[in-house]
């Protein structure tokens, strides 16, 4: 398989890979791209919508002291969190609900009365959020999310204008789960306006970049509370975000800036779980993400018209051939980065947790290596192999519902086992005539 004229890099297919669940952040494509930023409102539901929640009957699955009605719409909230990890629709009636006492409660609460309480506005801001992220693909979540972070931004005031000194452990709690949310929200908001809109402003761009800047901000300082201090899987959240942002871009400077911070957030989850598998996958997508915007350049500048995809690394006489530095720099982040899918894929087999995402990401990162690869010594080839099976082991493996190989995988396997059956003809062809 030293010819590999055939095999071109499978662009673009990390982001269908991933498969991120509405806990982390999923950001739903709109249809139809809004021309300018939204600007902030309070989301109104339909008529029936409001008429559903206002007679639907909710059981709360916990005990709460009666009368204590903010306790009572958490516990609805929670119940709703819970569905929305394996059946996000499912969820929507107890979001409506969450959404609908809230407000509720908020009309009804007197001036005179003291303030709301911090966890009052993460429920209502943390609901809004999720509502936004469950919608159908041609409604706008921007409103949802606009509202969720006004609410979120009032908690955090008032979680902050306190200053005594008891119980300041659960303040710190309550600060990192705000500003965690916050976060969260803005870095959604910026990627699903890089998604949807069809031609990027300079508004448009100063928008994101200020979100990203304010998120990003929200996360350090969520992580660096002393008494409160971050789990691998809460710094992986924030990272997954940022990172899938980053690979939405198509300017070099925040492509490679937000995979930075990316990175290093992941790289800190590893020092609290050296074995994290999702920090693992981490690592190699931010890496992934870069080396492909490299190669992105290296096609815009003509780069591969004159040149064969292995003429990268030494040739037969020994001498090293000229480098481009879109290609040299690629190919150094994509050793990095496949050396962290196959870390994680090693984690995931001991822990008995393989999945079809893992083996599908690592594929693209060995094919992707493989075409700046010289085959030398089979090296090229031998990449290429292992690709085709763990592409082979994707399609029978554990995934996540919906999850599908992506089309330019698809393409790349299909069109190496037809070489392997045209390279069998021939074979048996030669052995006929002798």
Not at 9 to 23: D, F, H, M
Not at 29 to 58: C, H, M, W, Y
Not at 291 to 312: S, T
Request: glycine share 6%; charged share 30%; with cysteine.
């Amino acid at each position: 398989m030293a010819d590999n004229d055939t095999k071109k890099r499978p662009r673009g297919l990390k982001k269908s890979t991933i498969v991120a669940s509405s806990s982390s952040g999923t950001v739903p494509i709109v249809n139809s791209p809004p021309e300018e930023v939204t600007s902030a409102k309070k989301p109104r539901l339909g008529e029936n919508e409001e008429s559903e929640d206002e007679t639907q009957t909710l059981i709360l699955n916990k005990e709460v002291e009666e009368g204590d009605e903010v306790a009572e719409v958490k516990v609805i909230y929670e119940s709703a969190a819970e569905k929305l990890a394996t059946a996000p629709k499912s969820a929507l009636p107890l979001l409506r609900g969450t959404i609908h006492e809230c407000d509720r409660i908020l009309r009804n609460h007197s001036a005179s009365s003291p303030p709301l309480p911090a966890s009052f506005h993460m429920t209502y801001g943390s609901a809004l959020f999720d509502m936004g992220t469950v919608l159908e693909e041609e409604e706008d979540p921007t409103p949802y999310w606009e509202a969720a972070r006004e609410r979120l931004e009032i908690g955090l005031e008032s979680v902050e204008e306190s200053e005594a000194e008891e119980n300041k452990s659960d303040r710190q709690e309550f600060k990192k789960g705000l500003r965690m949310a916050l976060g969260k929200v803005m870095v959604s908001k910026a990627t699903n306006t890089l998604i949807t809109t069809r031609c990027l402003t300079a508004v448009h761009k100063k928008s994101v970049s200020q979100l990203l800047e304010d998120a990003t901000a929200h996360f350090d300082k969520a992580f660096s509370l002393p008494f409160s201090p971050s789990t691998a899987p809460e710094l992986c959240m924030a990272a997954s975000l940022v990172q899938l942002h980053a690979d939405n871009h198509e300017e070099e400077a925040p492509r490679l800036r937000w995979n930075g911070w990316a990175k290093g957030v992941f790289e800190r989850a590893l020092k609290d779980d050296p074995e994290h598998i999702p920090a693992f996958t981490g690592i190699g997508s931010c890496l992934l993400s870069i080396a492909n915007y490299w190669l992105e350049q290296q096609d815009a500048n003509g780069g591969d018209e004159d040149e064969d995809d292995d003429d990268d690394d030494d040739g037969d006489d020994g001498e090293e051939k000229v480098q481009t530095k879109e290609k040299r720099t690629a190919k150094e982040a994509l050793v990095e980065g496949t050396d962290y899918f196959e870390r994680a894929l090693a984690a995931s087999e001991s822990a008995g947790a393989t999945t079809s995402e893992i083996l599908t990401m690592l594929a693209e990162s060995q094919i992707n290596l493989a075409n700046l690869t010289s085959d030398v010594g089979g090296t090229q080839t031998a990449l290429y192999k292992c690709a085709v099976a763990h592409l082979r082991r994707a399609k029978e493996s554990n995934s996540s519902e919906g999850w599908a190989l992506p089309a330019g995988l698809e393409t790349f396997l299909d069109e190496w086992e037809a070489e392997m059956v045209e390279g069998e003809g021939v074979d048996d062809d030669e052995d006929g005539e002798e």
